[in-house]
């Protein structure tokens, strides 16, 4: 692969809100640290996510010391929440696993309200270690996930959006190209790969980490969410769907389970084990 390298490093503290992209991050079992540990639920206790309110995208959140969020939006008063203490939890189901997590203040789920103007509750998950496991399909015993969609990381490559862009020019929606990597919402970005290269992977390291890879990552309607505006297009699902289906989903990045703890930052090399 050559000189592959670590181009950024995502965080979203909130599930489906604006993340930081710091210039390196602590790799835990379950994700980098910090990722994912808050979403938003609905009165019924399911997940909510920029596929039922792409105003979610407008919503940003940076982590403060001791796990806490400090969460802003246009048009309010930025909000700094506490991670609330571990005293009780409540069920809530994330596409399909019922998980346990602690409520924030009531303050919080009032800012998210008003944010989206929908009835909304923000969660802490407390216990990452033990709260959700990874889907037994692609795990290995002892996995466990944050709130992120099904697997602790998210690798994407620029080659591969770069090729992606190509395709979208070539295409109906043209108009909607080039779209900007965090259409994706990735944690790793690498660049220095040839386009897809990312498919042959089973083990990749990256600086001191190692991780393996799970399996190719489904996309969703998310990705056509302009991340900056909210507003919605056809790319690039459309796209996708003409040449990057496999097993019935339209795929883009890979999904990745740490093998080891430690740090990674940008400019890391980034090596295929395997």
């Known amino acids: 692969m050559g000189n ?20 390196e991050a602590v790799v835990e079992p379950w994700g980098l640290a910090g990722d994912r540990r808050w979403t938003l639920i609905d009165h019924g206790g399911k997940v909510v996510t920029q596929r039922q309110q792409p105003r979610l995208a407008l919503a ?15 048009g309010l008063e930025p909000l700094a929440v506490r991670a609330p203490e571990p005293v009780s939890t409540v069920s809530l189901e994330i596409f399909g696993d019922k998980v ?47 709130f992120a969609d099904g697997y602790p990381l998210l690798v994407t490559t620029t080659a591969s959006l770069d090729a992606l862009n190509s395709l979208i020019a070539q295409g109906g929606h043209a108009g909607e190209g080039p779209l900007p990597m965090n259409r994706f919402r990735p944690n790793l970005v690498v660049a220095g790969t040839d386009p897809w290269a990312e498919d042959g992977w089973s083990r990749l390291a990256v600086g001191e980490v190692e991780f393996r890879v799970a399996k190719s990552c489904g996309r969703c309607v998310v990705t056509t969410t302009d991340q900056s505006t ?15 289906r496999l097993d019935g989903k339209l795929v883009f990045g890979q999904n990745l389970v740490p093998l080891s703890r430690g740090t990674v930052r940008v400019g890391d090399a980034v090596r295929v084990i395997a």
Do not use: N
């Open 100 to 146: 346990e997590g602690v409520l924030a203040d009531a303050a919080a789920h009032a800012w998210c309200s008003a944010h989206l103007g929908a009835d909304v509750r923000l969660v802490h998950m407390d216990d990452p270690a033990t709260r959700r496991p990874v889907d037994p399909e692609y795990a290995l015993p002892g996995e466990t996930v944050s």
């Open 60 to 74: 940003a959140a940076e982590l403060l010391p001791g796990g806490g969020v400090r969460l802003s939006a246009p």
């Open 4 to 23: 592959a390298e670590l181009l950024s490093i995502h965080v979203h503290p909130v599930k489906a809100f604006r993340g930081q992209a710091p210039r």
């Open 230 to 244: 909210a507003g919605r297009g056809k790319e690039p699902l459309s796209t996708l769907g003409r040449h990057r």
